[in-house]
């Protein structure tokens, strides 16, 4: 086997290993919108800084929200950011935003 063909074979098995890991690297995430921090809704995909400190005071001036809908009472939320973000009832019913989020850029551990 020649040199070249050594070096291709190499960098498959490279790209190969690297494509796994960002795959392992990603998890399904969910936000609670009730219990949720103003940092903790920014890493909603879509959330401006705006809208999480708007969402926030709203909860904390007329509590908790009791349906998806209510959601819409906050100024500057839309029915299509609430697409976007993945507004849903989880087996809890509570309200949360559903996403996958990049948990690290290193090659992450498998869940025994």
């Not at 020649?2 to 290993?17: A, E, T």
């Not at 959601?71 to 949360?96: F, H, R």
């Amino acid at each position: 086997m020649n040199i070249q063909k050594i070096i291709r074979v190499w960098w498959l098995l490279m790209l190969m290993v690297g494509v796994s890991m960002s795959v392992a690297a990603q998890e399904t995430t969910k936000v609670d919108m009730n219990s949720a921090s103003s940092f903790k809704l920014m890493k909603i995909n879509y959330m401006s800084r705006g809208l999480a400190r708007a969402i926030v005071n709203y909860r904390d001036k007329n509590g908790e929200f009791k349906t998806p809908e209510d959601l819409l009472k906050v100024s500057g939320m839309t029915a299509e950011k609430m697409t976007k973000m993945n507004i849903q009832l989880d087996s809890n019913n509570s309200i949360v935003a559903v996403f996958i989020e990049q948990i690290s850029d290193a090659m992450a551990l498998p869940n025994y």
